[in-house]
């Protein structure tokens, strides 16, 4: 049983395939952020995962939102596991002729896993809820540097992933799991200090385009395609352009907190994509850390940012620590950020535009 039979089962053009066999995708209707619109949510996906679950258990699968498969084997995954979609098949070739070597996957948590693999497959194990904040131009720069420094503390609440190929690992393993399965550089690179694809980020910023240009000055494009738009000529047409070689790009470039420019009905916008939460493990967590998300960042969008060493808290789950760039750090565990919302949830979530896309579940127990 494969993504492409449970999507000719479920037939809802709001589910799509992901990467390998055993992952399908969710994308949620954008809404505004105010009054009920978490139980409207709540009912709406409700029915949504109802619908899909019951056509895949009579197509001979079953759906699981999860951030790893506990029970995935490493036997269960390989090239031939890789969804029809030709892009995929690309994606991984591109990907490993730019790397010129294996893929190392070497982990070190409560038990340690050392594996090399010749695709980028491990990638597929890591299936994430990403929330989507649309936002002016003027404001991107403190949404996503708040987006930034609410990570540590996104990981401490929601991590549910700490198994992998039979061992356990990290708190939230899919993080380190999806850094190395993608990375481009080889060994000799990252000596040399070359940035990761999947990337953190190094600094706060004032402006979205300095997102993009981190992109070019960083990242060589991975995909050979091209696109016949001509952008100026489109301008000089009085419309708006797509950018697709420039969204294409930044797609291959995966942050954590990752800006998006799209267009809807002819509108140009501008989205901050938080990718730090894993699926699940039930619709009740996913909008609990979706409301905390959307909540705590508009918040902090309003004052001054805080960092948190969230790498620490991926491995080790619990207590992040945070304070003010270039200053002392401090734990977290009162839950108090620079600029820590003053008010309930309820009231923080009353002004974005949100989109909360992608997210994933394994279409069956074991990919064949």
Not at 217 to 246: I, M, Q
Request: charged share 20%; net charge negative.
């Amino acid at each position: 049983m494969t993504n492409a039979d449970v999507l000719a089962a479920i037939d809802d053009p709001a589910w799509t395939s992901e990467l390998g066999q055993f992952n399908v995708e969710l994308d949620s209707v954008p809404a505004i952020v105010s009054g009920s619109v978490f139980s409207l949510l709540e009912a709406s996906v409700e029915n949504t995962l109802a619908h899909a679950f019951k056509r895949a258990e009579e197509a001979g699968s079953r759906m699981l939102m999860v951030g790893i498969l506990p029970s995935l084997r490493h036997s269960d995954i390989g090239a031939h596991t890789i969804s029809s979609n030709p892009r995929y098949k690309l994606l991984n070739d591109e990907m490993l002729a730019a790397r010129g070597e294996e893929m190392r996957i070497c982990i070190d948590g409560r038990e340690r896993l050392l594996a090399y693999v010749d695709h980028i497959l491990p990638e597929a194990a890591c299936t994430s809820v990403q929330c989507h904040l649309q936002v002016s131009a003027d404001m991107f720069g403190s949404y996503w540097n708040a987006a930034q420094a609410i990570a540590g503390v996104q990981v401490a609440l929601g991590a549910n992933s700490p198994y992998l190929f039979g061992r356990e690992l990290w708190s939230e393993t899919r993080i380190t799991l999806f850094k190395q399965a993608t990375d481009t550089r080889s060994e000799e690179l990252k000596r040399q200090g070359v940035r990761p694809r999947v990337w953190f980020g190094e600094r706060w910023i004032e402006s979205v385009t300095e997102l993009f240009e981190e992109n070019l000055r960083y990242f060589p494009a991975l995909l050979p395609l091209r696109d016949n738009e001509d952008p100026v000529s489109v301008l000089d047409r009085g419309e708006t352009p797509h950018l697709a070689e420039l969204t294409l790009h930044n797609g291959t470039v995966y942050r954590w907190n990752r800006p998006v420019y799209a267009v809807a009905d002819g509108k140009p916008h501008l989205r901050v994509e938080n990718r730090v939460l894993p699926a699940g493990p039930t619709l009740t967590d996913v909008l609990a850390n979706a409301a905390f998300y959307y909540g705590l960042v508009h918040e902090l969008a309003k004052g001054r940012a805080a960092s948190l060493d969230a790498d620490a808290v991926r491995r080790r789950g619990g207590e992040p620590r945070g304070g003010a760039p270039g200053g002392a750090s401090r734990p977290l565990s009162s839950g108090r950020v620079t600029g820590t919302c003053p008010s309930p949830i309820s009231r923080c979530v009353t002004c974005c535009r949100w989109r909360p896309a992608g997210s994933s579940a394994g279409a069956s127990t074991q990919p064949t």
